[in-house]
C-alpha cells in the first residue's frame, strides 16, 4: 500500500518541531528535579555537618574552659618545681648531721659513754668534735691504758664520712660525776676528746650559681 501525504511541508516540519519541543522540555523537567533533589540533599549534608561543627566546637570550648581552671595547678607544679631546684641548690654543700651521729653511735664500743658531740662547717673550725668517758680494763697485765679510746679511734677512722681522726686528749683515773650512767671508778676511768673533719658533699656545678649557699650551722 502506498501512503500518500497530503499535508503541505511546513505543517509536517511544525508538527516534527513540536514533538522535538515536548522532548527537550521534558528532558529539562528531569534535569530540573534531579538538580532540586541534588540541591536539597547538599543543603541537607552541609546542615549536618554544621551541626557537628558547632558540636565540636561547644565541646572545645567546654574543653579549653576545663583546661583553664586546671592552669592554677600547673603553676603550682612549676613554683614547687622552682622551690625544689632552689632547695637542691641550697642543700647540696651541707653535711649530713644525722646520718654522721647515728653512724658514730653505731661503732662505738659498748665501755664508751660520749657527753658532748658538736659538729661545726666552719673553715677554722675541727669539723667534729667528740668528748665522753671510757673504761680501761683493770686486768690488763701490763695495765697500758686507753684501749677502749684506741678502738674508738680506729672505728671512728673506718667511717667513711669522717676523715683525719686525732686524739686532742686522753686522761686516766678522773673523778665521775654523781648520777652518772657511767659504770666505773675513778682507777679506771678515761676521758677523752677526739677531732675529726668531715666528708663534703661535693657542690652540684649544674645549678644556678645565683642561689645563695646555706648559712653555717653547728649541730648540737
Given at each position: 500500500?502506498?501512503?500518500?501525504?497530503?499535508l503541505p511541508?511546513?505543517?509536517?516540519?511544525?508538527?516534527?518541531?513540536?514533538?522535538r519541543?515536548?522532548?527537550?522540555?521534558?528532558?529539562?523537567?528531569?534535569?530540573?528535579?534531579v538538580?532540586?533533589i541534588l540541591?536539597?540533599?547538599?543543603?541537607?549534608?552541609?546542615?549536618?555537618?554544621?551541626?557537628?561543627?558547632?558540636?565540636?566546637?561547644?565541646v572545645?570550648?567546654q574543653?579549653?574552659n576545663?583546661?583553664?581552671?586546671?592552669?592554677?595547678?600547673?603553676?603550682?607544679?612549676?613554683?614547687?618545681q622552682?622551690r625544689?631546684?632552689?632547695?637542691?641548690v641550697?642543700?647540696?654543700?651541707?653535711?649530713?648531721?644525722?646520718?654522721?651521729?647515728?653512724?658514730?653511735?653505731?661503732?662505738?664500743p659498748s665501755d664508751v659513754?660520749?657527753?658532748?658531740?658538736?659538729?661545726?662547717?666552719?673553715?677554722?673550725e675541727p669539723?667534729?668534735?667528740i668528748?665522753g668517758?671510757?673504761?680501761?680494763?683493770?686486768?690488763?697485765?701490763?695495765?697500758?691504758?686507753?684501749?677502749?679510746?684506741a678502738?674508738?679511734?680506729v672505728?671512728?677512722?673506718?667511717?667513711?664520712l669522717l676523715?683525719?681522726?686525732?686524739?686532742?686528749?686522753?686522761?686516766?683515773?678522773v673523778y665521775?660525776?654523781?648520777?652518772?650512767?657511767?659504770i666505773?671508778?675513778?682507777?679506771?676511768t678515761?676521758?677523752f676528746?677526739?677531732?675529726t673533719?668531715v666528708?663534703?658533699?661535693?657542690?652540684?656545678?649544674?645549678?644556678?650559681?645565683?642561689?645563695?649557699?646555706?648559712?653555717?650551722q653547728?649541730?648540737p
Amino acid at each position: 500500500m502506498v501512503r500518500i501525504n497530503l499535508l503541505p511541508p511546513e505543517i509536517t516540519e511544525k508538527r516534527v518541531f513540536e514533538e522535538r519541543i515536548k522532548l527537550v522540555l521534558f528532558a529539562g523537567a528531569v534535569v530540573a528535579f534531579v538538580l532540586v533533589i541534588l540541591y536539597l540533599f547538599l543543603a541537607w549534608s552541609v546542615g549536618s555537618k554544621n551541626d557537628v561543627l558547632q558540636q565540636n566546637r561547644e565541646v572545645a570550648t567546654q574543653v579549653r574552659n576545663q583546661a583553664q581552671a586546671y592552669e592554677v595547678f600547673q603553676d603550682k607544679v612549676d613554683e614547687l618545681q622552682a622551690r625544689q631546684t632552689v632547695a637542691n641548690v641550697a642543700l647540696a654543700g651541707r653535711v649530713d648531721w644525722g646520718r654522721i651521729t647515728n653512724e658514730v653511735s653505731l661503732v662505738l664500743p659498748s665501755d664508751v659513754w660520749l657527753t658532748r658531740i658538736a659538729g661545726s662547717e666552719l673553715e677554722d673550725e675541727p669539723g667534729l668534735e667528740i668528748s665522753g668517758y671510757a673504761l680501761d680494763s683493770l686486768t690488763d697485765v701490763p695495765d697500758v691504758g686507753h684501749k677502749a679510746v684506741a678502738k674508738t679511734l680506729v672505728r671512728l677512722a673506718e667511717l667513711e664520712l669522717l676523715t683525719d681522726v686525732w686524739l686532742t686528749g686522753s686522761t686516766k683515773g678522773v673523778y665521775v660525776p654523781e648520777g652518772s650512767t657511767i659504770i666505773g671508778g675513778t682507777d679506771n676511768t678515761i676521758a677523752f676528746t677526739i677531732n675529726t673533719e668531715v666528708v663534703k658533699p661535693a657542690a652540684d656545678t649544674t645549678q644556678s650559681a645565683s642561689v645563695p649557699a646555706p648559712p653555717d650551722q653547728t649541730a648540737p
